[in-house]
């Protein structure tokens, strides 16, 4: 039950309160792709100060903790995986006369694929992935991924962040289709590479004690957080040209306020006693499933690109160099979408 109440007002005020925004401040017009120097350097120097220290502490726990345990053989399936993301890349980057009208729908293939591959090498490691221990949990993502990114797909008409191209010879409905199967990918890539991040015990061993913030468990933290994400939803309708970045955060903030607050598991819960890897492992996965979005869209025929206000430079593939911190917050989202889909159960370690 409180689990169903924390997804309802998340979704009610992650619905209602950037469309308030637009109401409150007579904003319709979205921004475009702009690019200032003190944005930028503004933006960088932020994101170093949240970033930096976590990858000191990388670097520095990199000699400790235990030993990988004993790899098993590769699985067959796993093989399936690897050749459906070659051949999907192949026919996404190309263009054979002969495959034109297939040639919008390579980018499920190559998810699908990619999808087995993270879940062969997790159980090649530690001979457990969800795709075999948690088929209910695992089947389950695919719905559960498809309205969870048709939610941001609602969020980006209030920034104009990213825009498709491509799919201009397809109706509206086969669009939607298409669309739907496509965003099914998305957590069941991100959750299923957490898995294997957590395989790696000399990855997480510096943050399972790092920075204890006591003050993380409150009900008055809790509630900060709640007013600060409800501001932010606020802020994405009102001022999308510098509150663009909400888009990712105030998800967030609203969701792990609200687990707090009926006392669900929860992001907070870890931090007080130390334990970031909770929240360092879906952040990483998010960030390297990003990288792969990125890269196998540059070259497709149905494909995004971006217009993001004031750092639109220094691009890698479609995006602004800027904009890949995005992922790390929209990692920790996955993770609690994942914990109400599938319950609080804790990624297994090797």
Known sequence: ????????????????LPFLGVVVSDSHVRPGASFRWAAFLIYALVIAALVGPFVRRAVRARDSGPRPVRRRPFPRWGWLGVGLVLVAWVFAWTRFAWFAPLQLYTFTPLWLGYILVINALTFR?????????RPRCFTALFPASAAFWWYFEYLNRYVGNWHYLGVESITALEYFVHATISFSTVLPAVLSTRDWLASFPRLVAGFTRFWRLRFAGSKAFAWVLLILGATAFFGVGAWPQHLYAMVWVAPLLVLTSLQALVGRSNLLADLTHGNWTTALLPALAALACGFLWEMWNWKSLAHWEYTIPLVHRFLIFEMPVLGYAGYLPFGLVCAAIGDIVCGDAKTETA
């Open 1 to 16: 039950m409180k689990r169903t109440a924390v997804f309802l007002i998340a979704v009610l005020l992650a619905i209602l």
């Open 125 to 133: 490691r530690t001979g457990r992935c969800i795709l075999l221990d």
